[in-house]
């Protein structure tokens, strides 16, 4: 007996309903044509309920909204087909990132008329990349970032012409061998994660804390007036005035703080060599 042979248009639907993919057809007016088993799975709703339903309606986030209608829109008008990625609501309200193969349908004559969408739901893949560079980018125990992220950032506020300059400020806890020594290595770095917490809520929201490195941290503050540097450092040091708390007791610390201001032009090696020789003069006199 020969093979049975399936009409094309049978064999292409067949192919859509199997894929794994979320696929539908949008028309040009952005209404659901049509929506693939998965797609009907990922939004909790049959095919029935999908259909004539404007698609932004029923998975785009609000903030996607405008931005893909324009997308949809721009496509059919000139005819371009164009990938895209997007979060896109669940059937369960979850949220979940997309991305998206987004080609034009033609009618017989040529003239689009619809989209048809291949979406592939990439959330993992993009937490994993998100950690990945998470952990590339920040110091490990504190959660700071790191110098390689502290000089990219100290380039480009001083960058000639263009940069807006910073403030530095220079941290370095005081004693902090001796916490290691009398109360364990536990204890200090509990320690470095409360300075460096302290810091990161005294910070602006455009600041940068990074740890740079051992028992050092360095705050940049961007397109701030040198003459604001001294606040900046007053006001950094009274929040590191609390003792650390412990299960069983408190451990009183403290931490010098000296500070730079750079202009655009400057070098940012020296801008930062400034900011260490300030915090030193500080501890020279504590000490």
Request: aromatic share 6%; net charge negative; charged share 25%.
């Amino acid at each position: 007996m020969g093979a049975t042979v399936t009409p094309t248009g049978e064999l292409t639907r067949a192919i859509v309903d199997a894929t794994t993919a979320l696929v539908m057809l949008i028309g040009e007016d952005g209404r659901i044509l049509l929506a693939n088993p998965a797609m009907q799975a990922f939004t909790g709703q049959p095919e029935s309920e999908l259909l004539g339903r404007l698609f932004w309606e029923v998975y785009v986030t609000p903030e996607d909204i405008p931005r893909a209608r324009q997308a949809v829109g721009a496509a059919l008008i000139g005819g371009a087909s164009f990938l895209d990625e997007g979060t896109w609501f669940r059937g369960d309200g979850v949220r979940r990132r997309v991305s998206m193969q987004n080609s034009v349908v033609t009618d017989e004559t040529g003239r689009p008329h619809g989209i048809a969408v291949v979406a592939i739901d990439v959330t993992e893949q993009r937490q994993r990349e998100a950690l990945v560079q998470r952990r590339a980018t920040t110091d490990a125990l504190t959660g700071t970032w790191n110098r390689g992220v502290l000089f990219d950032a100290l380039q480009k506020q001083l960058a000639p012409g263009i940069g807006p300059g910073c403030a530095l400020l220079f941290c370095d806890i005081d004693h902090f061998k001796a916490v290691n020594d009398q109360h364990g290595h536990a204890r200090g770095d509990q320690l470095l994660v409360e300075v460096a917490s302290r810091l990161l809520e005294l910070a602006g929201p455009d600041d940068l804390v990074a740890r740079f490195g051992g028992d050092e941290f360095v705050v940049l503050v961007p397109d701030v007036a040198a003459s604001e540097l001294a606040a900046l450092v007053d006001r950094a040091r009274a929040g590191m005035g609390l003792p650390l708390q412990g299960a069983t007791a408190s451990l009183p610390f403290s931490v010098s703080i000296g500070g730079a201001h750079g202009r655009p032009g400057d070098d940012p090696d020296h801008v930062l060599a400034m900011a260490d020789q300030s915090m030193y003069r500080r501890k020279r006199r504590r000490t």
